[in-house]
Structures are given as structure tokens and as C-alpha cells.
């Protein structure tokens, strides 16, 4: 299968926000929210076929419901959904792609990135029905007037749970296959009233051996989008652990070549280390510099993240800087990520001030 992979031949998309005018140094978040404990009993009563489906929506809607709630008391200046409704991140997606599960090979022990699910490819992946992130978008639009932005899996992340079965050449060749149905979920959120799209792609930082490739693939999947686009890249947190080596030094240099608007790169649980680089290779982008770590339960300070902002405004010019944490909090518990992200926003806020002087 032969694919357009230029990639660098459409410029990067520039649409600003339309719904709001931001603060300097806008906080938000970067997906999932810190899953609820009645939600995960209900889940359990799901699966043993204790709810009706009108049970099930009812139960997912009010998660959703305390994820907006729990972001706007906290103050963040951009709203997501929490990605209630999904499994997992990216699990929930694979039941819309016409793909088989196969069996976890280890069940025992610790739990770690080995134990995540695989999905045999059995023909064409497609999503007849789309990925069903335009019906969430359009009930967060619906409860909330703050500005908002839609996460979306990326393919090259999709791509990694699948076993191919002879049915695509390789990785890139099903990442390319299911580009064509994130593209037309994105074009279906645009004119569901979406200007903001993060695509997450944090398997782009875990095997970051053919940037060129991954400019490509990550610009086609983009094409013909018209919102502000936002990535984000990371090295795994499936079970609050890593799965790769945790540096984005190899991918900076062609960070230019990615029709993006936005990288949102994770550095409080790496020390900072690498924020560095953002002064040589971010140029025109912005950075959502993750400055809260969703891996450490240890809650930081107000104190404690205006420091991390003053330092990466040294490299980062405050108007192309937004603070985010490392992750989403799918696998950090409601009472850390609520504390977490009200020390996010009280910080930004004393780094504000003085810079209004």
C-alpha cells in the first residue's frame, strides 16, 4: 500500500481560539480524568450485566458531569470531558475498529505495560460509525460555557495494540490506514463546533527512531483540519509507570516539520530535564510545558509550580506558554489530581501577577 508520506508540503495550521480570550500562561489538562470510585463499582456491575444501556449513560454522563465540575472549581482555563466514557485512554476505541481481542499472554504479578490488551486485525480497519468523541464533544459543549478543547487518539498510538495477521505491512501501514478515520473524526468535531484538538500521540516519544516518518504520518492525519492543533507526547503511564526511555531529544529538532500549534511534553517527573531545548527547537509553537507529575502522589505546592513556570519561562516566551500536567490522571487518584490541579492553577496565578507587575 503506497501512501503520500511528504507530509511537510502543507503548511502548519494556524487557527487561533476563537472561543475565548485566554489568560497569559493558560492552564488545562491533557485528557482523562482521575477515575471515581462509584464509577469503577458501577463498571464492575456493567460487565456483569447488572445495567440497562439508558443505566449505562445515565452512570457515564454523571462522570462526565464530575470531571467538568472538578476542573472548573479548580479553575482551568480550558475544559475537557475527562475522557469518562473510555477505557482506559485508548482501550474503549479498538470495539469501533472491527478487531478481535486476544488473550493478556501475563495476568499474574505487577502491573505493568505487558498486560495491556492486543486486538487481532481480521480485515480493513475501519469505524463505520466514527470513534464517538463527536457525540462527547457535543455534550461537554453543552454543560460547560468555558473554552474547550476535544482529545483524540492518534493513529501511530492506535496502531501499537494491534497484531496485523498479513492484513498490513507494518505498524506505519495500519497507522496510515487508521489516520483516515481520525481525519474524519477531527473534521467531524470541527463542525461540531470544535477550535481546539489535541491529538495524542505518546508512542511518537517511545519510538522516536524514524522522525521523518512520524512528521508524515502525523500531517496527514491532521490535513484539512480547520482548528488549532495540539499534540501530546510522553513516554507512558499505563499504572502510574513509564514504558520507554524518557527523552524527546531525538524528535526536537524536527518539531518544526509538525503541522502543530501545540506540544504537550512532560517534564515535572523528569526534573525538568530537556525544558531546556524549547529555546532552540520550539520556534513558533506553543508548549504545554507539563509541570504537575501525575505519577508522584506527593502534591506540589502553589509555591512549588510558580517555580517550575519561572523556569520554563526562561526558555519559553510567556505568550507561547501554557501549563498542563505530565499526563492525563487516569491512573492518579481523584483526591491527588483534585489538589494537584488547584496548586496548578493558585501557581500560574502568582506567576501572573508578577509579570503584570
Sequence with gaps: MQHDR????????????????LPPIPTSTLGSHAPLGWLLTAMDAIRRGEYGERDIDETLTDAVDVAVLDQQRAGLDVIVDGEMRRQDFVLGFYERLGVEPLPLPRRLGPEGHDQRGKWLVT????????????EEYRYLLAITDRPTKATVPGPFTLAGRLELNGHYVDRFDAAYALAEIVNAECKALVAAGADFIQIDEPSMAVYPDRPRDLVALFNHTVAGVGAKIATHMCFGNYRGR????RSYASLFPHLGDFN?????????????AELELWQEYG?????????IDVKNYRCETPKEVAERVRVALRYVAPDKLWV?????????????TV??????VEGVAIVRRELMG
Design 6 to 21: 511528504a507530509g511537510a508540503a502543507e503548511s502548519g495550521n494556524r487557527y487561533p481560539l476563537k472561543s475565548a480570550s
Design 260 to 272: 502543530a500549534d501545540q506540544f504537550n511534553l512532560e517534564f515535572a517527573n523528569r526534573e525538568l
Design 123 to 134: 480485515g480493513p480497519l475501519k469505524a463505520i460509525d466514527g470513534l464517538g468523541i463527536v
Design 283 to 291: 520556534g513558533d509553537k506553543e508548549l504545554g510545558a507539563g509541570l
Design 324 to 336: 498542563v500536567p505530565d499526563c492525563g490522571w487516569s491512573q492518579t487518584a481523584r483526591w491527588a
Design 339 to 344: 489538589r494537584k490541579l488547584r496548586a496548578m
Design 242 to 245: 513509564p514504558v520507554a526511555w
